[in-house]
Nanobody, 130 residues
Framework: QVQLVESGGGSVQAGGSLRLSCAAS????????LAWVRQAPGKEREGVAS????????SYADSVKGRFTISQDPAEYPLYLQMDSLKPEDTAVYFC???????????????????????WGQGTQVTISS
């Protein structure tokens, strides 16, 4: 059973930074469609950023462009989300998600748009105070 485990959440003031990490047990990220998804209280899950490691393509929600960076260390394999210039509206539980196997950019983007991934982490809380 593949398990994804997020870490790095916490509470910071607006304008601050956090880096989230996602590690997989019994699996190594390699040429997969990966994503960070968040859910704020009372709201639906929202795709934040995706990384198609098979084609080295990333995409971001408009609300985080220029502030968040998704990356994967090819040597260490964890998935990261660097979050800078944080805003109170970024407050949410952040989940990492993975669809194993090579996907085209189009199929990965559809997975991201529909939050349709096979594997999900348990989430990590990010709270931004004003």
């Amino acid at each position: 059973q593949v398990q994804l485990v997020e870490s790095g959440g916490g509470s910071v003031q607006a304008g601050g930074s956090l880096r989230l990490s996602c590690a997989a047990s019994r699996y190594t990220f390699n040429r997969d469609c990966l994503a960070w998804v968040r859910q704020a209280p009372g709201k639906e899950r929202e795709g934040v950023a995706s990384s198609n490691t098979g084609t080295v393509t990333t995409s971001y929600a408009d609300s985080v462009k220029g502030r968040f960076t998704i990356s994967q260390d090819p040597a260490e394999y964890p998935l990261y989300l660097q979050m800078d210039s944080l805003k109170p509206e970024d407050t949410a539980v952040y989940f990492c998600a993975a669809e194993p196997g090579f996907l085209t950019d189009y199929r990965c983007s559809r997975k991201f748009a529909n939050r349709d991934f096979v594997y999900w982490g348990q989430g990590t809380q990010v709270t931004i105070s004003s």
